[in-house]
């Protein structure tokens, strides 16, 4: 194969250089090729401190790159399995590295194998970062600065691009994925990984510094209501409590603000769902890791570039109601689409399921309130309000806290209305009483003390009062004078 010695089985094999006149090509030509692409002033050896960051570093990857590109037959290439690529790739390059006499140990080189390799088959340098499954996000802010997040911290990490045209190549490849496309005439995309990862690029000339990326990771495995338990987010008690919920097909509507965890818990909800229902996802980048065998997953469209072509998410959950849905499941409500996802919960399909941005159950109400207003119906309040409430029977807040843990810190019932006014009724809540040495906010989940909430007779029809009356009883918790503490946040 290209690049490899003379004496090497592997020479046998169709070669993945560009195509000549000749019907065969000798390996004395194939070297010949290699020095040609590779003659340009010799690289000096790479500085010993931090090669990663350096200059020097970037110059040779870019003239060894530049040497690849001139020597292989991309078109042959793409027809190869990523590991024969992959190897075919590492085998061009270290000649090239060899012809240029460019002085490396075994470490640097594999480096600079690498990073090459990403760079033509993966997404270039963000490919360390996305295999690391203990990052929750990925912030590239222009070529020259990338930060994480790890464990609820933000913070900065040495990868870099060879320049904003660079990242910007990677950008498209990431959204040509999905068939959509960023480019000056359409800056702003929405897009996925092939894992599931939400993917947001704003490029210029509405990002000022380069093109701005920002991924939102998802584990490899999918997390379960009992790793929320381990990791402190919710207490075995109310994770049971969820449970029900999940499993007695409450509408629920979970609420949050950005990076406080909504998609991740309503993952986890669905592992409540039976395996024999009709469930049907639709989201604007398909992200939820439904693992029920029938499953529709549905994803909006944005218009091409005539601005014609483009599928709301008001118009997937208008065309759910047709195609006989037992659960819907809107990955995020944020316009006039609550209506009818409202609509949908009254009319026969419960156990539906959303999330929306929010900093409280009572704020939820309000957006909620709001979003149907600005699809433009002219409805009295009242009315607007009797059918949130006809429709939501409970609302989970998750939040994330100012040691970046995320906790959910209510399960709240709607009871109905009073008059004009939403009626509430938390059942659980999250009460902060401090912190540590350390700057962990300490607290404590609680039950309210609510013995028979409004969902209990739905409870009952599946069998679940047991569980449920020993979850609130178990979590109550009784002041000095050993009186429940009661709804104290309602």
């Not at 939820?288 to 601005?307: A, C, D, K």
């Amino acid at each position: 194969m290209f690049g490899r010695r003379s004496n090497s089985p592997k020479n046998q094999a169709q070669k993945l250089t560009a195509p000549q006149p000749e019907a065969r090509v000798s390996v004395h030509d194939q070297k010949a090729n290699v020095q040609e692409a590779a003659v340009q002033p010799e690289a000096a050896p790479l500085p010993a401190d931090d090669r990663r960051r350096s200059e020097d570093y970037y110059d040779i990857k870019t003239t060894v790159f530049n040497a690849l590109i001139d020597t292989i037959d991309l078109t042959q290439l793409s027809k190869l399995e990523e590991p024969a690529a992959r190897e075919e790739i590492r085998d061009i390059v270290s000649e090239i590295i060899q012809i240029k006499n460019v002085v490396m140990s075994i470490a640097e080189q594999e480096d600079l194998l690498e990073d090459i390799c990403n760079d033509v088959l993966g997404y270039g340098p963000l490919e360390p970062l996305l295999a690391r499954d203990d990052i929750a996000d990925i912030m590239v802010n222009g070529a020259d600065t990338t930060f994480i997040e790890v464990d609820g911290k933000v913070q900065p990490t040495s990868v870099r691009f060879a320049d904003n045209a660079q990242l910007m190549n990677i950008c498209q490849r990431i959204v040509s994925q999905v068939g959509r496309r960023v480019d000056e005439s359409s800056p702003i995309c929405d897009a996925r990984l092939p894992d599931g990862s939400r993917v947001n690029v704003i490029a210029p000339p509405l990002a000022i510094d380069g093109p701005t990326l920002t991924i939102r990771k998802f584990k490899k495995d999918k997390l379960t209501l009992g790793q929320l338990v381990k990791y402190g987010s919710i207490t075995p008690d109310a994770k049971t409590i969820l449970e029900i919920i999940g499993r007695i097909r409450c509408n629920v509507l979970i609420s949050g603000g950005t990076g406080s965890g909504k998609t991740t818990l309503l993952n986890c909800m669905t592992d409540s769902i039976d395996l024999d229902e009709r469930i049907i996802t639709c989201e604007d980048s398909a992200e939820l890791q439904l693992q029920q065998p029938h499953t529709v997953r549905l994803e909006t469209r944005p218009p091409n570039l005539e601005g014609e072509g483009e599928i709301t998410m008001r118009d997937l959950v208008k065309n759910c109601l047709r195609m006989r849905p037992e659960r819907i499941i809107v990955g995020e409500v944020r316009c006039p689409e609550a209506f009818d996802l409202l609509q949908a919960m009254n009319t026969g399909h419960d156990g539906s399921m959303g999330t929306l941005h929010s900093n409280s159950p009572r704020e939820a109400i309000s957006r909620l309130e709001s979003m149907i207003m600005m699809g433009g119906y002219s409805l009295p309040t009242k009315t607007i309000r009797e059918t949130i409430t006809g429709s939501i029977d409970v609302i989970i807040q998750a939040s994330r806290l100012r040691d970046g843990s995320r906790k959910i810190t209510h399960i709240t019932e709607v009871l109905g209305m009073e008059g004009e006014v939403v009626t509430l009724q938390n059942i659980f809540v999250y009460d902060v009483t401090g912190e540590d040495e350390n700057g962990k906010v300490i607290g404590r989940h609680r039950s309210t003390g609510i013995a028979r909430p409004r969902f209990w007779e739905r409870a009952q029809y599946y069998g679940e009062t047991p569980r449920l009356s020993a979850a609130l009883s178990q979590s109550e918790v009784s002041d000095t004078q050993g009186n429940p503490l009661g709804d104290s946040n309602a």
